[in-house]
């Protein structure tokens, strides 16, 4: 990897982003935000799933009133995940008539596109940064490549056309979003935030445009930035085209703050786009969130689907447990697990991998040996139940013996 790009330290609750602190995961809830319980309750697990830092929408005036009370309710199960207002069109106005959503909130995102017209939209921004700077909180100038200042657009259109530039339609909006947003931040700067305050994003939804985008704006600007595809997508889609982008630019050292934003199936989970997030950054060897787990991927020596159904139940129970392991164990996030299918690469991934199981493939003896940090340990049989159950007691063995224990907080501390 190259040197990371050196950007300003900006401080969000108790989370620090830029500055070379390691890098942030954060996500957004889909909730209706004056829905204070079912807000809260998304709230806590995108937290405990790993996200270091939650959003949610402010767009009306009960979604401005309820933002205290959810903050309220976050402090009190023992989240301390700082609280994100993403405000659009109006947040010069809710700010103003809600001052204690203004203050229980750890950060505010203003999208200079849709601030306002013309002299009104320096004000309204100017208003919303007032309100930041009187309650000492950061703000994240959001460029989205869907809702650009079509003034500025328009203007450097005419520009192109006028001096015969010779660029395309694309590259004028890139130049545009780059230019809206250190033009803001110099606004910004006008009305008294300091440069300590103020994280960037330049948001589209195409991978190759991103990478130019966000390349460009780490050679204008030392604010930190908040990477990340504006839709990224669902599923696999939207995982592959985040990571493509987003893998390239932080390899580059450029990125301080993601968020992978996928499109949930309709009554999924919102946490995959937490997850997805950990698993870039842990990939990459820039953060370790959970333990990973090694799968075979199956082929024709594989006819059982034992050692798949085994692996999505252990990737699974791993994220049950790790709000709970990582409050006792001291870098339980780094152990590597494998479930592996038959005998071709089984003993050599298991033994790789601090604890690991390799399954009979086809025609094999029906056994399963188990490796612990590169010696055979045992050897399982039974079904699959049977199976599950004994690797999962050896699991949490492993845990609890080879982790040291965290001291316990002082009483009436909350957990971060």
Known sequence: ???RHQTHAVKVGHVHVGGGAPIVIQSMTNTDT???GSTVHQCLELAAAGSEMVRVTVNIPEAAAAVAEIKKRMLDAGCEAPLIGDFHYNGHVLLTKYPECARALDKYRVNPGNVGAGKRRDEQFATICGVARDNAKPVRIGVNGG????????RKMQENTDRNLGLSSEEIINECMVLSAVESTELALQCGLREDQIIISCKVSRPLHLITVYRTLAERTRQPLHLGLTEAGMGMKGAIWSSTAMGILLNEGIGDTIRISLTPRVGGDRREEVYAGCELLQALGLRAFAPSVTACPGCGRTTSTTFQQLAERIQSYVREKMPEWKQQYEGVESMTLAVMGCIVNGPGESRAANIGISLPGTGE??????YIDGQHFTTLRGTYDDLAAQFQALV????????SRREAAPAGARAS
């Not at 949490?396 to 982790?403: H, Q, S």
Request: proline letters at 7%; aromatic letters at 8%.
């Open 1 to 3: 990897m190259t040197h």
């Open 34 to 36: 004056a829905d204070i």
């Open 147 to 154: 809702s650009l200042n079509q003034e500025l657009v328009m």
């Open 365 to 370: 003896a029906p056994s399963c040996p188990v």
């Open 396 to 403: 949490d063995d492993y845990v609890a013996n080879k982790y």
